[in-house]
Structures are given as structure tokens and as C-alpha cells.
């Protein structure tokens, strides 16, 4: 784990210290809907102190979804899990094994900072339409803090977050029948304090021109491509959104240095 990436550390301290805490307020019994489900660290800490009735993880990759599910059901034999093949920032139908469970939601991480505001706005009222009334949403977000943090988890000593952004330009070449050259470009973070945001550019190292799908571009010397956005909230401004957003904040947990923070939400009638 990278020693400048606090997020997933943080986050997981979270789910540790305070699981007893947010256990107790999930219903015994109830579904857990994972949105955009990946790797099952995160979400095993619930699973070992809450006592559901079934998982539902949703993911668009389908082979891995499965593969996932399948380690669960061998650790969590008692437990009913139902995947689900789905883009979740979409409507998508839960499965009927659920339908008269109650119904939490699961959003880890600080992907919800990777919407646009508006469309933070948009996943959140979509998943409270399919969880339903009376649902629950227990949710990650990253929030605001001095710049010289944030600049150093996304521009790391070991170059992974450049690596990672990069190969934005390795996947157009190989699906896109591109033709970069990844050592033209090189990986930029910023902190847009502004929009509360971590901007994430590739920044042509020379003048060149590139081609995909037969299309050429060129590029200047400095010109960046701007590839990905990292919003960061206060307390407060995530209470907004929630509540424009069909769900009022029934509690928040953060970590010690209030770095990263957990909410359980609950839908607004």
C-alpha cells in the first residue's frame, strides 16, 4: 500500500474501529447491495460483524463478479449471494431473492468524487430509487485537506498513479487503434482548490500528433489531456448533496486526522 495514498488505509481503519458501530445500526437480515463491487477487502468487514441475509454485489465485469462471489460463498457459507452484471451508474433491477429483504447499500472508496457533482447527485437519487424506501446506504468519501497531502497521494514516490494514468493512453492504442507514444506524455496531479478537486493531466512532453480511430491530433509542447477528476468534500457540502439527493445522514465516522470519512445514509421519504 502506497505510503502517501492515505484513502484506502484510512477507510479501512474506519470500517475496523468503528464496525461495531455501524453494525449496529443495519437491520439484522438485510440485503447488502455493493455498488461497482471489486476486490472484497472493504466490504469482508462488514460481512464479519453484520448479520445479512443476502449480498448483491454489482459490477460491470461479469468473469470477475462471479470469481469474487464465489470466494464469499466458500468464507461466508451461510450467505446468500446474488451477483449482479451491471453498469450501477445506471437503473438496474435487483434480484427477486431480495425483494422483501430490507435493503443497504455499499459505495466504499472515493469513487464517488470521480462523478461530476451533478453526477454524484444523479447516482445518489438513482440508487435510492433501487433500494427503495426505507433503505440504508453506507458510503466512502474523501475529504478536504491541505494541498501538500493531496499533491503527494496522486503524484506518489514510486510513480503507480502515473503508471495508472498513463495507461488511459496504453488502452486507446489497444482498443482504440491509437498509435501514442507513452513517453511523450507525462503524469501531472493538481489540486483545482477552487472546485475541490484533484485534477489528474497527461502533458505532451514535445510537439507530436497522434492517430485514433483515423483521426489525427496534435499536440503542443505543455498541452495537457485532461484525464480524470478526484472531488474532495467537506462534512457539510456531502450533507448537501445527500439531501438533494433523496437521503439524509444518519451518522458519520472519520479517522483520527479527519482524512477520509464513512456516512450511513438513510432515505428520505
Not at 433500494?131 to 503507480?160: C, F, H, P, W
Request: hydrophobic fraction near 40%; aromatic fraction near 10%; proline fraction near 4%.
Amino acid at each position: 500500500m502506497l505510503p502517501e495514498y492515505y484513502p484506502t488505509r484510512t477507510e479501512l481503519s474506519i470500517l475496523r474501529d468503528r464496525g461495531s458501530e455501524i453494525a449496529s445500526i443495519i437491520p439484522r437480515g438485510a440485503a447488502l447491495v455493493e455498488f461497482g463491487a471489486g476486490a472484497t477487502t472493504k466490504v469482508r468487514l462488514l460481512l464479519e460483524r453484520c448479520e445479512f441475509g443476502a449480498y448483491v454485489p454489482v459490477d460491470i465485469s461479469g468473469d470477475f463478479l462471479n470469481a469474487q462471489a464465489e470466494a464469499l460463498r466458500k468464507d461466508f457459507p451461510d450467505l446468500d449471494v446474488h451477483p449482479v452484471a451491471a453498469d450501477f451508474t445506471v437503473p438496474f433491477a435487483l434480484p427477486a431473492a431480495i425483494a422483501d429483504l430490507p435493503k443497504v447499500g455499499f459505495f466504499p472508496g472515493s469513487t464517488l468524487g470521480n462523478f461530476e457533482p451533478h453526477e454524484a447527485s444523479a447516482f445518489l437519487k438513482s440508487a435510492r430509487t433501487i433500494l427503495g424506501n426505507g433503505a440504508q446506504m453506507i458510503i466512502g468519501v474523501d475529504l478536504e485537506k491541505d494541498e501538500r497531502t493531496l499533491y503527494d497521494a496522486y503524484n506518489d514516490s514510486a510513480g503507480v498513479t502515473a503508471r495508472f494514468n498513463l495507461n488511459v493512453l496504453e488502452r486507446i492504442n489497444r482498443e482504440l487503434g491509437g498509435n501514442f507514444d507513452l513517453s511523450g506524455f507525462m503524469h501531472r496531479s493538481i489540486y483545482n482548490k477552487d472546485r475541490h478537486r484533484i485534477e489528474m493531466h497527461l502533458i505532451s512532453r514535445k510537439a507530436q500528433s497522434v492517430r485514433v480511430l483515423g483521426h489525427h491530433f496534435s499536440f503542443r509542447p505543455g498541452e495537457s489531456i485532461h484525464t480524470e477528476n478526484s472531488y474532495k468534500y467537506s462534512l457539510e457540502r456531502f450533507t448537501a448533496l445527500a439531501r438533494g439527493s433523496g437521503w439524509k445522514v444518519g451518522e458519520s465516522w472519520t479517522d483520527k486526522a479527519r482524512m477520509f470519512s464513512v456516512h450511513a445514509l438513510v432515505a428520505s421519504d
